[in-house]
C-alpha cells in the first residue's frame, strides 16, 4: 500500500491507466490495517486480564523500539532538512517532542492507534467475556450505523446523539472477536466468499476512480479504514482466511515464523528503507508499476526483514530496537 500510494495522489499527472494500477494495488491490500486490530480482538479478548500485568507486557514490548525508531526518522528528517536544526538545545527539544506527540512519520499513526487499543482491551474484554451474542451483535450493529453517519456525504444528517462511544477502531476488535468465535457453515462458503473478495476489489477500486474523477481530485472516502466498505472488505477477508488453510513447505513456514516474530520491527523500519529506495529512483516508476511495485515492495521487505533479523541478535539490546 505504502508503495502504490505516491502513484495514487498524483491523481492529476498520471496517466489513467497507470493510476489505475496504483488505485487497484491500494485497493488490494486496504484491508489490512482493520485486519491487524481484528486479529488482536480475536486473540486477546476472549482471556481475563489483570489491568497492570497486561499493560505492562503489552506496551513494554511496543513502546521502546517505537520511541528508538521515532527519534531514527526525527534524525533522518534533520538531515534531510525538512525540519530545522536549531543551535538552541531547548528549540531542538521542544522540536523532538512536537513530533513524539504527533507522530515521526506517516506510518507510525498506527502504532498510536495501537497503544489506545492496548488500554481499552483490559475494559472491552470482560464486556466481551460476559456479552451474549445478541449483546455484542448490538455494539456491532450501532457501531457500524454511527460510522456511516460519520461519513463526509452524510455527516450533516447526523443528529445531536453523543455516540463516540461506538467509534474509532475499538469496533475491529469486538468485530474479530466475534467472526472467530461465531459458527460457520461446514461447507459451500469458499466460494461465495471468494467471490465477494474480488468485487469488494472491484467496487472499491471502480469507485475510488468515478469519485476522483467527479471531484478533479483523490477521493479517499472507500478506503477509509473507518468507513463502511472497509469493514465489509475486512470481514470477508477475515472469514475467507478462516475457512482457507495453506499447506506450505516447511522453509516456507520456519520463514514465516521467523518474519512473524519481527513482524513490529520490520514494520517500524519500512518506510525509512521506501524513503532511501525512492531516492534511488526504486519505485513505482521503475518501470510498469503493474510489476515495480510489488517489485519496489518486496525488496523493502527483504531489506527490512534483513535489518531487523540481525538487529535482533545484538545481545541486551536487541529486542528494544527489534520490538
Not at 476472549?46 to 523500539?65: G, M
Not at 521542544?94 to 507510525?108: E, F, I, N, R
Not at 521506501?274 to 515495480?292: A, M, R
Amino acid at each position: 500500500m505504502h508503495t502504490a500510494s505516491p502513484l495514487l495522489m498524483d491523481f492529476k499527472n498520471a496517466g489513467t491507466g497507470y493510476w489505475l494500477v496504483g488505485d487497484f494495488y491500494n485497493a488490494l491490500v486496504r484491508f489490512g490495517v482493520p485486519v491487524f486490530a481484528m486479529i488482536t480482538g480475536a486473540l486477546l479478548l476472549h482471556r481475563e486480564y489483570e489491568v497492570t500485568d497486561f499493560l505492562k507486557r503489552r506496551l513494554s514490548r511496543i513502546i521502546w523500539p517505537f520511541l528508538l525508531w521515532s527519534l531514527i526518522y526525527i534524525a533522518y528528517a534533520w538531515y534531510d532538512e525538512e525540519i530545522p536544526f536549531s543551535d538552541s538545545i531547548w528549540v531542538n527539544l521542544h522540536s523532538v517532542l512536537h513530533q513524539l506527540k504527533y507522530g515521526a512519520y506517516y506510518h507510525l499513526w498506527y502504532v498510536y492507534m495501537l497503544l489506545g487499543l492496548y488500554l481499552f482491551i483490559p475494559i472491552i474484554s470482560k464486556f466481551v467475556r460476559n456479552a451474549s451474542e445478541k449483546d455484542i451483535r448490538y455494539f456491532l450493529i450501532v457501531w457500524f450505523v454511527v460510522m456511516i453517519f460519520s461519513q463526509p456525504y452524510l455527516s450533516r444528517f447526523q443528529p445531536l446523539i453523543d455516540v463516540h462511544y461506538f467509534i474509532g477502531y475499538s469496533g475491529y476488535l469486538v468485530l474479530g472477536h466475534y467472526l472467530t468465535f461465531i459458527e460457520l457453515p461446514q461447507k459451500g462458503i469458499k466460494a461465495p466468499l471468494i467471490i465477494y473478495f474480488l468485487l469488494c476489489v472491484a467496487s472499491i477500486t471502480i469507485g475510488t476512480y468515478f469519485l476522483s474523477v467527479n471531484t478533479k481530485a483523490l477521493s479517499t472516502v472507500m478506503y477509509e479504514p473507518l468507513g463502511p466498505f472497509i469493514v465489509l472488505y475486512a470481514s470477508g477477508v477475515f472469514l475467507l482466511a478462516r475457512v482457507c488453510t495453506f499447506k506450505l513447505p516447511e522453509v516456507m513456514v520456519k520463514l514465516r515464523a521467523i518474519a512473524g516474530g519481527l513482524s513490529l520491527g520490520i514494520y517500524l523500519c519500512h518506510a525509512l528503507f521506501l524513503t532511501l529506495l525512492d531516492g534511488l529512483e526504486i519505485n513505482y516508476k521503475l518501470f510498469n508499476p503493474l510489476f515495480s511495485i510489488p517489485l519496489t515492495a518486496l525488496v523493502c521487505f527483504i531489506l527490512s526483514s534483513f535489518l531487523i533479523f540481525i538487529v535482533s541478535k545484538i545481545p541486551v539490546i536487541g529486542k528494544y530496537i527489534a520490538g
